[in-house]
């Protein structure tokens, strides 16, 4: 789909074209056309604009076959850099990315309350800190919007959980409210004022955000003075006249579901809905297509790849960055790419050495452009050395909930990596032509045909089949299992035997995102390595599905390939591997099959036999290095016998390279942890008020997330926020502290004390000394990076305003309040490694409200 052409750029005359309008087309402006655009007015020069998904790239308008794009760490990663220039730079690559997509708008970032370990989008939102969390979208929504593209800031607000989030009651003081979970979009829009905003799925205290008067015309409009266009998370609509009365200027996607044309039109003229009320959100759909029109996206623009390899340094910097040293016992990191004396032995063990674990799952997840494994980086790594570094690798242990894509691992027709796809109108066995619809080259076996399209196939017309095929030349003879989940149904061949059966016999499962598919059906075959086999999987859209309840789009398949084998099985081999090498780098974490939108994680654990993995190879070496990649903690039960833990969250594209740049030293991590890791779950502060229960969820930590509830019970987390190792050390001290003119400025040196370059990111906490009400220990106000060669100094400076460093929710009077009182200036590496102190006075209270 291309956007409507325009002959010009010119800006839409707002107040005119609101005279113009019929009522009719005005209430046609109040939703979207399609799945990812707004409605044109041909007749008075009104262009239809484009919107894609964004928080990890922008993925353009296509789900299947979509134009590649790059990838970038996950949300908890980027805020991990505490970087405030770098995300403004990654930023502006999302902008630049987004119009050679065609899309003027970006639909991210994501700036919700990582609350929990266990929050399905936890990796797409930034931090457990709603300052840090602010700060991340501020620079991300300035670098997309300094390319003229529109940042539409979401989920607003409280979108903090997946379990039954477009129906749970999220209940919470106006204290907590206001203090965490809004504070992110309050910096946001004083700061940057994000074109854009993006209502959540969830209520608060009894009402829908997409229809709350409260929240989107008291607060956003009225309190913050928002001016931007708000819509609709997709299919986060749930009234008519509530919801155009609270102010949802635009519900999306299209065709409307609540906006329709005779209903709306009757609604107004019974009085029941104001034209006023109309107008307003017609004004507002209107100043955001003025806004697109600025980004001046070519008519009719082909979706294109970001193949700049300008693009590529970039997501690496920013990878580097991101990346967090969580210990490092006798220096065993860096390691070196050659060996002193004789020959060094290195084994990569773990389900995600040789996975690309990219991103989460869900609307964040797109088809990247490349991908570097773990793997790829290391090996690159080795062979910038003089070859007295060996590698070597063993699976050690399964991740996968269902068989791994195998878009890599098929040899299509020509020879090279990819999968063969023929779309027919009719059945295999058909007797007549099948009627080709189209012939397509795919890299991925987890293929979502909600946007297929055919020129053959009559309008809405969802029933008609694929045959996808590809040679499979094993590793090691073996026994292999072949599997498929679907919505439809499909059977999977290899050499013309059915092999797995998802069409006779099918159970429900949760396959897809929107949990509409099938179980995985497996089965197996003896193989031998290196002989060719024909895998042939024949796949029959929705409404081929037996089961009940079946999706009305025409569906999709994932199917995959992995020998097999048992856990006992795949531990044996990676110990005895361990035994023979000098040193083990374990690979583990969690992938977007178990971090993801539409559901949330059960427990913190590592699912399947990763802990028991790590437990059996340090009986055997005590030189054991793991990398683990999740968005959010998981739990690790052998941290204390591993001298060595980097976390690298999901990486991007270059994700295999950042991990590789760390290990050897190639770049020193800097990264801090952007939320505190509990050593259980039971620790969290949400334990036990996480997941709706009979519809509703209740805040029951109040301001107390995060760190603020560790520091308040003093009770120690495995990691807490803000931690971080490099490879050299720093000293942090001369720090002066000066409030004057409603300011509070303060400076400190800093000076790297070790041997190697490396930069510190200097955190400033404040603390009143008597607080009135039951407040935090102490509150992240603000912080700085500084990078440093060995034996450098350099100087920080920070001023952060009084009323923004003191002030607390005052629930009684409805606005903020900043006690006369002492305060405290803290100045650390992290939560809990405070290095420096000072003071500062406030001489009256005083209230206020806004941004």
């Not at 006992?568 to 591997?577: H, T």
Request: one cysteine or more.
């Amino acid at each position: 789909m291309s956007p409507i052409k325009t002959t010009s750029y010119k800006q839409l005359d707002i107040d005119f074209l609101i005279e113009e309008l019929t009522l009719s087309e005005k209430i046609s402006l109040l939703a979207g056309k399609d799945f990812w655009h707004t409605v044109p007015i041909p007749r008075l020069g009104i262009p239809s604009i484009r919107v894609s998904d964004g928080p990890n790239g922008v993925r353009g308008t296509k789900f299947f076959n979509s134009i590649p794009s790059n990838c970038f760490p996950c949300g908890t990663g980027l805020a991990a850099t505490f970087n405030k220039e770098l995300l403004v730079e990654a930023g502006e690559l999302m902008g630049k990315e987004a119009k050679m997509k065609g899309a003027s708008v970006i639909l991210g970032p994501t700036c919700n309350i990582v609350r929990s370990p266990l929050g399905g989008r936890s990796f797409e939102s930034y931090s457990e800190d709603p300052l840090l969390s602010g700060i991340a979208a501020s620079s991300i929504v300035k670098g997309i919007q300094n390319e003229k593209v529109v940042a539409c800031l979401k989920h607003f607000v409280c979108n903090d959980q997946e379990d039954e989030r477009k129906a749970v009651d999220t209940l919470l003081t106006d204290r907590a409210f206001r203090e965490i979970y809004l504070k992110p979009f309050q910096i946001a829009i004083r700061d940057v004022n994000p074109k854009a905003l993006m209502t959540s799925y969830n209520k608060i205290n009894g009402e829908h955000v997409s229809q709350n008067k409260a929240i989107l015309q008291d607060i956003l409009r009225k309190e913050f003075k928002y001016d931007g266009a708000v819509m609709s998370d997709w299919f986060g609509t749930y009234s008519t006249k509530e919801a155009l009365d609270a102010g949802l200027n635009l519900e999306m996607p299209g065709p409307t579901r609540f906006r329709q044309l005779v209903q709306a039109v009757h609604a107004v003229q019974a009085n029941q809905i104001s034209e006023e009320v109309i107008d307003d959100n017609v004004r507002y759909v209107l100043k955001l297509v003025n806004e697109g029109l600025k980004a001046e996206i070519p008519d009719d623009v082909i979706e294109s790849a970001n193949e700049d390899p300008a693009a590529g340094e970039l997501l690496r910097k920013v990878g580097d960055e991101s990346i967090v040293l969580l210990k490092n016992e006798n220096n065993i990191l860096p390691l070196s790419k050659t060996a002193i004396k004789g020959q060094e032995k290195i084994a990569v063990i773990g389900p995600n050495a040789k996975a690309a674990q990219d991103s989460g799952g869900g609307s964040a997840s797109l088809a990247a452009r490349y991908k570097i494994t773990p793997w790829e980086g290391i090996k690159n790594k080795i062979q910038e050395g003089n070859n007295t570094v060996s590698l070597q690798y063993t699976l050690g242990a399964f991740l996968d909930r269902n068989l791994p894509d195998v878009g890599d691992v098929l040899i299509d027709e020509e020879g090279e990596k990819g999968i063969n796809a023929r779309f027919y109108k009719h059945p295999p066995g058909y007797k007549g032509d099948r009627l080709l619809l189209a012939n397509y080259k795919l890299n991925t076996s987890k293929v979502f045909l909600s946007d297929f399209k055919s020129d053959k196939l009559e309008t809405n017309d969802i029933l008609f089949y694929a045959d996808f095929t590809g040679t499979f030349i094993p590793d090691e003879t073996a026994e292999y299992e072949f599997g498929a989940s679907c919505l439809g149904t499909a059977q999977v061949f290899v050499d013309d035997v059915l092999i797995a059966d998802n069409k006779t016999k099918q159970t429900k499962g949760d396959a897809f995102f929107l949990g509409m598919g099938t179980r995985e059906e497996r089965g197996s075959v003896q193989l031998e390595k290196g002989k060719s086999y024909n895998v042939r999987v024949e796949f029959g859209t929705a409404p081929t599905y037996t089961l009940e309840g079946g999706p009305v789009e025409a569906g999709g398949v994932y199917f995959g390939i992995r020998i097999k084998s048992t856990p006992e099985v795949e531990i044996k081999k990676a110990v005895e591997l361990s035994k023979s090498v000098d040193k083990v780098i374990v690979v583990a974490g969690l992938s977007k099959e178990w971090e993801s939108e539409g559901f949330d994680r059960p427990d913190m654990d590592i699912p399947g036999f990763t802990n028991q993995l790590i437990e059996e190879i340090v009986k055997v070496n005590p030189n054991v290095i793991v990398v683990n990649q999740s968005g959010s903690p998981v739990a690790l039960p052998w941290l204390d016998k591993v001298p060595a833990l980097v976390h690298a969250w999901y990486g991007g594209n270059e994700l295999g390279n950042t991990i590789a740049d760390v290990l050897f030293g190639d770049y020193n991590p800097s990264g801090k942890l952007s939320m505190t890791f509990p050593k259980r779950i039971q620790d969290s502060p949400s334990y036990i008020n996480f997941g709706s229960t009979n519809g509703q969820v209740w805040y029951g930590e109040d301001v107390f997330v995060g760190y603020r509830y560790f520091e308040k019970v003093d009770l120690k987390p495995l990691f807490p926020f803000g931690y971080g190792l490099s490879y050299t050390t720093f000293e942090l001290d001369n720090l002066v502290v000066e409030s004057f003119d409603g300011s509070i400025d303060i400076q400190l040196q800093v000076t790297n004390t070790g041997k190697v370059a490396g930069a510190e990111v200097v955190q400033i906490y404040i603390e009143q000394e008597n607080p009135s009400i039951n407040r935090p220990v102490k509150e992240l106000k603000d912080f700085g990076k500084i990078n440093l060669a060995p034996g450098e100094s350099g100087l920080i400076k920070i001023s952060i305003s009084i009323k923004e460093a003191t002030s607390y929710w005052n629930g009684l009077k409805k606005q903020w309040q900043s006690d006369k009182d002492d305060y405290k200036v803290l100045v650390g590496t992290s939560s809990d490694d405070i290095k420096l102190e000072g003071k500062f006075s406030t001489s009256k209270t005083f209230n206020w409200v806004g941004v």
